[in-house]
């Protein structure tokens, strides 16, 4: 919320700069603070300004305040963990000259080291993981030889050799002053190019970034000593810019790096050819210190900039992108120095060239060249487009490139979605086959004036995305494709769900163990030839799929991937004992590139939707058979019977059910979100659009149909296994002589075996007008019993509780009056009977709640 909310005037030197002096006059330690803030300045870190804005507001708010500080004491309390103050700490020191003992002295070492460590251990630790880091990043790298380091003599820089000091040398304090300034210039000279002079020694560096200090004689005139002490800067910072030209020249720090290296060393040239003219001048006699300290003036300018650009690089630990980040900052910063700003836009420019050679290729090719991990798009290969039809929850086409956000330069940071999206296309398109020439492809220059190359990085990505567009919307009829899951998945053609489910019922009614899956795949391939789906180009992709799972262990363990309850939900196949109405399912094969669109994924929520709907239509099939067979039963009966009078209302009202949930899902859901689906489709720009819309589809009807709350779901599930249970007993009793043999099953669903197959259906009539009688009368004898009146209560009693449970807990789900769900409670609930059992049952259960506080508590 506050990135989409941040404006970008927040985070300029202005605002960062008032933000910077409240939180200094707000805080107790505004010194620590300040030194902090330079620090982390110094190195480069991103987002600090905007940092120190939110923290700046936050000084203002004594409610967040109070519980940040609430906050941390709990989570210091929790963790065991007691923050000594500095002050406390320096008062448990001894007196400033008291003598201390040897124990109390370790002890005050082990102190130290522990509050040391446990205020540093985050950083070690970052250090630690950034070195791990950079050794496994430079195994590929060339190897220097060793003597480049044991050869101290290679260096520009200064080289501190205690035995080639010199040991007989006069002191300037006994020479005339003409004769000093003579002696003082030669080492001067000596001192710009990296020579240790004679009066002039170098101290030992503290570390390798360190700048150089010199020692100066002391006999030296003052006068002359003053003007050295302004020159030595120069040399000192000539020290640091070849230093950082040495090192970064390596292989393991870029070639952003490298590149910078060459600018610089350009430079250092210049500056060398600088120092040869001062020296001609001062063998012929005509350079006095006052000419030497104003001949070097613009130089001395130039220096002091490298320096603070080598300094910042070397803090930062900057590489690839974070070092022109920095370089863009260096030259903004200069507006109103004309010549400093020209320096520092010469270095960058000369740093940008091999970056942008990386980016031209990626934008225009969608190649990645990046041997040494600098650019802002990095490649995992770990994730491949195989994997897209086998991996739930494979995330190719978002991880296998990915932006490394410490990587992109400040002045494409606007830009970087579409750099990647861009390259990202003409890679799909390459995979294919295609060869990818980009009509706009330019050289990227570096400019301050960021449009021209934003203009460039447009006209590129326009071209990817239609490009990749048109391959799968044309070459591939990415359209087809979807109309053709819809046909098979949605059962959006009735005559070939209705032609399948006749020929193959034979087969689902057995257990998954009983099956054989050729025989299925050859019933589908025969209702597909015989049926309107012939027409489809893509039928030949269509396949049987038995799946060891129903659909609510699937929708559970798709709800527990990437959580704590992934393990622990793992269910062993054999425990279920699946029927083939329960494990059966439609697959799909999808090749690349639309496997980019149709993944796994994908495909897994349209299983979810088919196996929803496909049941449902099995359980109303049930229920049609048994209003057929009770039409030729109510002659016989009805007059005679009351009982089965209430079978046959109960029959009439699990079939409304089934038919208004099948209507909502399929009419109501599915069909307008289809319809929406494809008017996007129409205005889509890229292939990111396509992913967005159809991913919004499938979330969508997944909710709408319950099928992504487990409640509502396993309600709805049970429901459907009451209908088909209440078939099931009404088939039985109205059975002929030629009754199947149903298949045993150990668990609650073994009732879900179909009714009489098309081929008792289809009997002779005369036939079965003559043994309808004999049939009825033990149909009559049945419904006359008790068993029979109890069973139909049950039946009707189980029904009505979790038809009312399943209307309850919608209207819970529900929380505005646009939600599609509330159609489905109109249908259901259209007269209100419901709504009354409803506000019975609870009245009741209210009752009996006050009557059982009213009691007395019964004695044991």
């Known amino acids: 919320m506050l990135q989409k909310n941040m404006t970008p005037y927040i985070t300029t030197q202005v605002s960062a700069h008032n933000a910077k002096r409240k ?9 620590e603070f300040l030194n902090k803030y330079e620090e982390l300045k110094s190195k480069n870190v991103r987002d600090l300004d905007p940092l120190v804005y939110l923290l700046s507001k936050l000084c203002d708010d004594d409610e967040t305040k109070l519980y940040l500080r609430r906050n941390a004491e709990e989570r210091a309390v929790a963790a065991g963990v007691s923050l000594t103050s500095p002050s406390t700490l320096v008062a448990q020191l001894p007196a400033p000259g008291s003598k201390i003992t040897k124990d109390e002295l370790e002890d005050i070492k082990a102190r130290l080291m522990k509050e040391t460590n446990r205020g540093t251990v985050g950083q070690s630790d970052a250090s630690r993981r950034i070195l791990m880091e950079r050794q496994q990043r430079n195994v590929n790298f060339p190897v220097q030889p060793d003597w480049i380091f044991h050869r101290t003599y290679l260096t520009a820089d200064f080289v501190n050799v205690p035995e080639s000091h010199p040991t007989n040398v006069v002191q300037l304090g006994s020479l005339p002053v003409q004769v000093q300034e003579i002696a003082i210039i030669e080492d001067l000279l000596c001192c710009m190019e990296g020579i240790e002079g004679k009066y002039i020694r170098t101290q030992p560096l503290v570390d390798s970034y360190a700048p150089r200090h010199f020692q ?108 022109l980040s920095l370089l863009h900052e260096k030259t903004s910063s200069f507006i109103g120095d004309a010549e400093g700003q020209e320096l520092c836009l010469y270095l960058t420019q000369a740093a940008c060239v091999p970056y942008f050679e990386i980016l031209e290729k990626w934008i225009y090719k969608g190649l990645i060249q990046d041997p040494y991990s600098e650019f ?48 990202k296309y003409l890679n799909v398109v390459r995979e294919c086959g295609c060869d990818v020439k980009c009509p706009c492809a330019e050289e990227i220059v570096y400019s301050i004036k960021e449009r021209q190359y934003y203009d460039q990085i447009e006209k590129a990505y326009n071209f990817a995305s239609r490009l990749l567009l048109d391959l799968l919307m044309e070459e591939k009829e990415l359209r087809a494709r979807f109309r053709s899951i819809k046909h098979y998945f949605l059962l959006d053609q009735g005559d070939f769900v209705v032609q399948f489910m006749d020929m193959a019922e034979d087969e689902l009614r057995k257990t998954m163990d009983h099956i054989t899956p050729t025989r299925l795949e050859t019933l589908l391939e025969l209702a597909l030839r015989t049926s309107t789906a012939n027409v489809d180009p893509f039928k030949d992709d269509l396949r049987v799929e038995l799946l060891s799972y129903d659909l609510v262990t699937q929708l559970f363990k798709i709800l527990s991937i990437e959580t704590k309850q992934e393990k622990e939900f793992r269910v062993d196949p054999t425990d279920l004992h699946l029927s083939g109405l329960e494990a059966f399912s439609f697959d799909y094969t999808v090749k690349w590139p639309l496997s980019l669109v149709l993944n796994r994924k994908a495909l897994t929520r349209y299983q979810m939707l088919f196996r929803h709907l496909f049941y449902s239509k099995h359980v109303e099939r049930q229920l049609c058979n048994v209003w057929l067979s009770n039409k030729s039963a109510k002659r016989y009966t009805l007059h005679s019977c009351r009982w089965y009078a209430s079978a046959f209302a109960l029959r009439q009202r699990m079939l409304n059910f089934v038919q208004n949930f099948l209507y909502y899902m399929m009419f109501e859901v599915i069909e307008p979100n289809w319809h929406l689906l494809e008017a996007n489709l129409d205005s889509v720009n890229n292939i990111d659009d396509v992913l967005a819309y159809h991913t919004d589809f499938l979330n969508v009807c997944l909710n709408d149909c319950m099928l992504t709350n487990p409640e509502l779901l396993k309600t709805v599930h049970k429901l459907l296994m009451v209908c ?6 009404m088939q039985r009793l109205v059975k002929t002589t030629e009754v199947e043999k149903e298949v045993p099953r150990p668990t609650q669903t073994s009732t879900l075996q179909a009714a009489p197959t098309a081929r008792d259906r289809k009997a002779d009539p005369g036939k079965k007008k003559a043994t309808s009688k004999v049939v009825l009368e033990h149909v009559d004898q049945m419904a006359g ?27 819970d789900s529900v929380s505005n009056c646009e939600n599609k769900r509330m159609t489905i409670l109109h249908r259901l609930d259209f007269n209100g009977f419901y709504t009354e059992m409803l506000e019975t049952a609870s009245a009741e259960r209210s009752m009996m709640e006050a009557s059982a506080l009213q009691q007395p508590p019964a004695l044991h």
């Open 216 to 323: 100066v004689d002391q006999t030296l005139e003052v006068t002359l000593k003053e003007l050295v002490k302004r020159i030595l800067p120069l040399c000192s910072n000539y020290s640091i810019v070849v230093r950082f030209i040495e090192e970064k020249s390596a292989f393991e720090y870029g070639l952003v790096n490298q590149a910078l290296s060459s600018a610089m060393r350009t430079l250092i040239k210049d500056y060398l050819v600088l120092v040869a003219q001062l020296e001609h001048q001062f063998r012929q006699g005509q350079l006095s210190l006052q000419k030497f300290w104003f001949y070097i003036q613009p130089t001395a300018r130039t220096m002091e900039i490298l320096t603070s650009v080598a300094n910042s690089i070397n803090r930062g630990a900057c590489i690839g992108g974070a070092v």
């Open 724 to 729: 088909v249970t209440f078939s099931n007993f």
């Open 23 to 31: 939180i200094a006059e707000s805080t107790s330690t505004p010194t």
């Open 376 to 423: 802002l798009i990095e490649e995992n290969e770990s994730f491949q487009k195989e994997k897209l039809q086998e991996d739930y929850n494979d995330a190719y086409w978002e991880l296998h490139y990915t932006i490394c956000r410490e990587q992109i330069p400040i002045f494409l940071e606007r830009m970087a979605d579409k750099i990647l999206n861009t390259g």
């Open 785 to 811: 019993s008790e068993n029979f009146e109890r069973t139909i209560a049950k039946f009707e009693s189980n029904f009505s509780h979790l038809l009312v449970d399943l209307l309850d807990s919608i209207m």
